[in-house]
């Protein structure tokens, strides 16, 4: 098993050092290889994917990749900014099936910004395509606008699109996943307002017919934004469009308690993939030590779990983290009264001891 470690900028490599430190401890046979991606490969190579870490990326059997970005590069032309690199990754590999679980464990309910009794035991699936939509769609750019309400005056333009069998693959994953859950698809889209979501949606309709035991529903973006705050555990997985997807998972996230809680896996048809935090770089905590290092760290089990076919590796990562938050700790993101707050690597240290069978030291 050959894994690319790609811990990009700000918190990326606080957080990937804690996730390598923990994939060490498991006793599994694997060789890792780091490359730069992000704003440090801008600085070292001129590019934020240089064709040395896209190659290696192509060559691993997964990628576990930090975050990348940082507001100094914001003046940058599009091609050369940070998260460029992310957008180029899930090109190149085919990356079309992003999975966000959003998982609030039980000793984060008070963490969660929603009233405990909401997010209690909540356990959903949002399931976002990846290369498609408003994202990649051409063309796109400025110009001068021929009609419109303003003609004559400048402009800016993208194009949302989708093809059949990109909405299929993703429907098929989406049904697949859910025959593993509680059997029941929520695909959301904007039929009412948008042609490439009412094709989505009969898309969508056609490909169920094959899932007769999986019950699908439909919801429009705004009621599911709603309805994601209203009563979240009323949903089992989620299938969504890129742009829908990206705005409803992060809404999720908060759900949990934070977005430092939350992994993220991007496969390709034969289930290779990039493994996550969904967060950012936080470029705002970035060297302070304090960053959660848990989203990456249950981005490493996912890896283990869907692309290196390593399961048990995989629930004891996801056990370790359970006895580290039933023992107290947390980080800043997490923390409420009564519990220890830890930096970054003593929140690595406490997983890798809850692995090694270790006693998990806290002070009080
Ligand atoms: P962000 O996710 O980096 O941060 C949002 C907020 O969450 C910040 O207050 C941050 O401190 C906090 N946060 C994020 N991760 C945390 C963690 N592990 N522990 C504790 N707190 C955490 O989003 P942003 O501020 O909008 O973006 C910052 C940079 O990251 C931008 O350059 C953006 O483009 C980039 N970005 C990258 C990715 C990626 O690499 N996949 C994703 C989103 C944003």
């Known amino acids: 098993m050959k894994i690319a470690i790609l811990p990009g900028d700000g918190i990326g490599t606080e957080i990937m050092a804690e996730a390598v430190k923990v994939l060490n401890v498991l006793d599994l046979t694997f060789e890792t290889e780091t490359a730069l991606v992000g704003g440090a490969a801008y600085e070292a190579h001129g590019h934020p994917l240089p064709e040395s870490t896209l190659n290696l990326a192509k060559s691993a059997d997964a990628i576990l990749f930090g975050a990348v970005g940082d507001w100094k590069y914001d003046?940058?032309?599009?091609?050369?900014?940070?998260?460029?690199?992310?957008?180029?990754?899930?090109?190149?590999?085919?990356?079309?099936?992003?999975?966000?679980?959003?998982?609030?464990?039980?000793?984060?309910?008070?963490?969660?910004?929603?009233?405990?009794?909401?997010?209690?035991?909540?356990?959903?699936?949002?399931?976002?395509?990846?290369?498609?939509?408003?994202?990649?769609?051409?063309?796109?750019?400025?110009?001068?606008?021929?009609?419109?309400?303003?003609p004559g005056a400048e402009e800016a333009f993208d194009t949302m699109r989708y093809s059949r069998p990109e909405i299929e693959r993703i429907a098929h994953v989406a049904f697949q996943a859910?025959?593993?859950?509680?059997?029941?698809?929520?695909?959301?889209?904007?039929?009412?307002?948008?042609?490439?979501?009412?094709?989505?949606?009969?898309?969508?309709?056609?490909?169920?017919?094959?899932?007769?035991?999986?019950?699908?529903?439909?919801?429009?973006?705004?009621?599911?934004?709603?309805?994601?705050?209203?009563?979240?555990?009323?949903?089992?997985?989620?299938?969504?469009?890129?742009?829908?997807?990206?705005?409803?998972?992060?809404?999720?996230?908060?759900?949990?308690?934070?977005?430092?809680?939350?992994?993220?896996?991007?496969?390709?048809?034969?289930?290779?993939?990039?493994?996550?935090?969904?967060?950012?770089?936080?470029?705002?905590?970035a060297g302070k030590g304090i960053a959660n290092p848990l989203a990456t760290i249950l981005s490493a089990a996912m890896m283990l779990r869907f692309s290196l076919n390593q399961p048990q590796a995989a629930d004891r990562i996801e056990s370790a983290v359970k006895a580290v938050l039933s023992a107290g700790l947390r980080t800043g993101d997490i923390w409420s009264e009564g519990t220890q707050r830890v930096g970054t690597r003593e929140m690595g240290d406490a997983v890798v001891a809850a692995i090694t069978g270790k006693t998990i030291t806290t002070k009080s």
């Open 75 to 150: 003046k940058l032309e599009r091609q050369y900014r940070p998260e460029q690199a992310i957008l180029g990754l899930r090109k190149h590999l085919g990356l079309f099936a992003n999975f966000r679980p959003a998982i609030c464990y039980e000793q984060l309910t008070h963490a969660s910004s929603l009233k405990p009794e909401l997010v209690a035991g909540l356990d959903i699936l949002i399931i976002r395509e990846l290369t498609g939509d408003i994202y990649f769609g051409q063309p796109r750019g400025r110009r001068t606008a021929v009609d419109g309400h303003f």
């Open 178 to 285: 859910a025959r593993k859950r509680n059997k029941k698809v929520t695909s959301v889209d904007k039929a009412n307002v948008l042609e490439t979501f009412q094709f989505w949606k009969d898309v969508v309709i056609e490909v169920h017919a094959q899932y007769p035991d999986v019950a699908l529903d439909h919801m429009y973006v705004d009621n599911a934004a709603m309805q994601l705050v209203k009563a979240p555990k009323a949903f089992d997985v989620v299938v969504t469009g890129n742009m829908f997807g990206d705005i409803l998972s992060d809404e999720a996230a908060m759900l949990t308690g934070s977005i430092g809680m939350l992994p993220s896996a991007s496969l390709d048809k034969s289930n290779k993939g990039l493994y996550e935090p969904s967060h950012g770089s936080a470029p705002d905590i």
